[in-house]
């Protein structure tokens, strides 16, 4: 009878000790669960042979496959180099885990992806192998960014190398500029010349002279546009300042059918704001205008600059009827690094850069934009009361 | 060309060619226009004769602009300088405390804007020199100098200003 009460003492304090268990265990898988779940690593695992078992969340964002597409199927196949993939895994079975700092997969849309990745040994109870976990990190980003910083830094240089080349040039040009002048005081003042010739020579003096002037004026804009400097505030006319910019861009504009419209505003608008920093505004979303244009083919390329006064400032808008901003592209193109142009045509930075500035001079940078008929930005600058 | 005053210009920039140009232009035009290809030259010509205005480049070998026009100042206080340069050195000019020259050009320098600046810089040093002048001149005659005494000082005065 004792006995009898001591066992079914036993067996009550052994089921209160498994329910206990069971509900550490049943946490235990929540809190798994929701690990890969909301990670946005990579977590796989397979079993002995390779063939993946568990595929998370994070690698099906990541990878763009969903957990039924992969399962079953063996986890080398979706790199990109199964070969080196399968050493990796041989050599985690050697030592029981391995990391390497950079493999590559391949995503369901073809594109690579960078992953850090570290392989870790499954085992059992009774210490045998059951199967692989691994858990990578996806560096696509970090890679494009260095790539990125890379292409910035050339575009640096070449910023300073054109900077220096067009102080160099400004030395001999200053000389022509002397010249032609004093050449053309003496044809003036020749005497027995015939009237023809003389009329030829000053003609042709002239026209040195003010190619001499279009020169000073590239290597002027040039430095003006490089040159840093801290942000200023000045009063000046919004109107010339559009006229500006659009006369910089000429050499891109020269061989293309694209006609520029100025629609401004009746009255004159002067503003007070930093007028570097709106012209380098202006220089990118006329650019982008620019190349909306041309990449979308059409032959009657129009961009259309309109000032308007509003109640709080100015609002300047740079329309182009190119090929619109892509729905998929919309939330992603201020950006920094977004870029839809070809690898080594664009940065990615323009339009983050054009935001910033300008909300830093206190306005708002928007768009507007339909598929198929074009792009309008506009530039909200507020004028001080 | 009749009325203008006689403008006496120190060209200097290390730029030969450009200078040459430069001053024949300048001396048709009725200016009275010395060269210098350095700093120190320029010094040494403003030693033993009377600017009116200086153009100096920012930019030369040895002696630069900015000390050039400063010890051009020093033997000449009333001289204006008209500094040219390169784009973008304008507010390094400005924050290296040489607000002091009357005016600063990009190079290259539009002719008509240099002569004009020349113009303005000559008034400029007109009003000034003859300002001072007056309160000299004034302060001499409050002096109590007798007549023969006022005469020789004036006489010294015109040395200092370069006034024949």
């Known amino acids: 009878m004792e006995s009898t009460k001591s066992l079914s003492s036993e067996l009550t304090k052994v089921t209160r000790e498994v329910a206990s268990y069971k509900i550490e265990l049943d946490q235990t898988r929540k809190y798994l669960h929701c690990v890969l779940q909301n990670s946005t690593d990579i977590i796989f695992m397979t079993e002995i042979t390779g063939l993946l078992v568990s595929f998370s969340k994070g690698a099906e964002k990541a990878l763009g496959y969903a957990m039924e597409e992969v399962i079953g199927r063996p986890v080398k196949d979706l790199s990109e180099d199964a070969e080196s993939f399968e050493a990796l895994m041989v050599k985690s079975r050697l030592k029981g885990n391995v990391s390497a700092p950079e493999i590559h997969f391949r995503h369901k849309d073809g594109t690579r992806v960078h992953c850090h990745i570290s392989l870790m040994e499954l085992i059992n109870r009774e210490d045998n192998r059951v199967g692989t976990i691994g858990v990578c990190q996806d560096i696509t980003r970090w890679k494009k960014l260095q790539e990125d910083l890379v292409q910035i830094d050339r575009l640096a240089e070449m910023g300073r190398i054109a900077s220096g080349v067009a102080h160099e040039i400004n030395n001999p040009l200053a000389i022509i500029n002397e010249a032609s002048g004093w050449a053309e005081e003496v044809i003036t003042d020749a005497k027995g010349l015939n009237p023809d010739d003389r009329e030829e020579l000053k003609e042709t003096v002239r026209k040195i002279n003010l190619q001499t002037r279009r020169c000073r004026n590239i290597t002027h804009k040039l430095l003006d546009f490089v040159r840093d400097s801290a942000p200023t505030r000045a009063e000046f006319d919004i109107h010339s300042l559009l006229k500006d910019t659009v006369d910089l861009l000429r050499p891109e504009l020269k061989h293309t059918a694209i006609e520029v419209e100025f629609a401004f505003s009746q009255e004159s608008l002067p503003i007070t704001s930093d007028p570097r920093l709106l012209e380098q505004v202006f220089v990118n979303l006329v650019t982008n205008a620019i190349h909306a244009v041309l990449e979308n083919g059409k032959g009657n390329g129009h961009i259309k600059i309109q000032t308007i006064r509003t109640d709080s400032g100015v609002d300047v808008s740079i329309e182009d009827n190119g090929g619109g901003i892509p729905e998929e592209a919309r939330a992603s193109i201020f950006t920094l690094f977004y870029t839809t142009k070809p690898p080594g045509k664009g940065t990615g930075l323009g339009l983050s850069i054009c935001r910033n500035i300008v909300k830093n001079l206190g306005g708002e940078l928007s768009y507007q934009s339909k598929i198929g008929a074009g792009t309008t930005f506009t530039i909200s600058i507020p004028t001080p009361k | ?164």
């Open chain 2, 1 to 164: 060309m009749s009325e203008q005053p006689n403008i006496r210009v120190l060209l200097v920039d290390d730029e030969e060619n450009l200078i040459e140009f430069m001053s024949k232009r300048l001396l048709k035009q009725g200016f009275t226009v010395k060269a210098a290809f350095s700093g120190e030259a320029a010094i040494k010509v403003a030693e033993t004769t009377h600017f009116d205005v200086a153009v100096v480049d920012l930019k030369m070998p040895g002696m630069d602009g900015v000390e050039t026009q400063h010890k051009l100042k020093e033997i000449q206080p009333f001289l204006q300088c008209i500094v040219l340069t390169g784009h973008g050195s304008i507010e390094s000019a400005l924050e290296s405390g040489q607000e002091d020259a009357f005016n600063y050009l990009l190079k290259p320098v539009d002719h008509d804007k240099l002569v004009a600046a020349i113009k303005d810089a000559y008034k400029k040093k007109v009003e000034v020199q003859d300002k001072k002048f007056k309160e000299q001149v004034e302060a001499l005659y409050a002096s109590g100098l007798g007549a023969h005494g006022i005469r020789k000082a004036i006489g010294e005065l015109r040395k200092i200003y370069g006034i024949d």
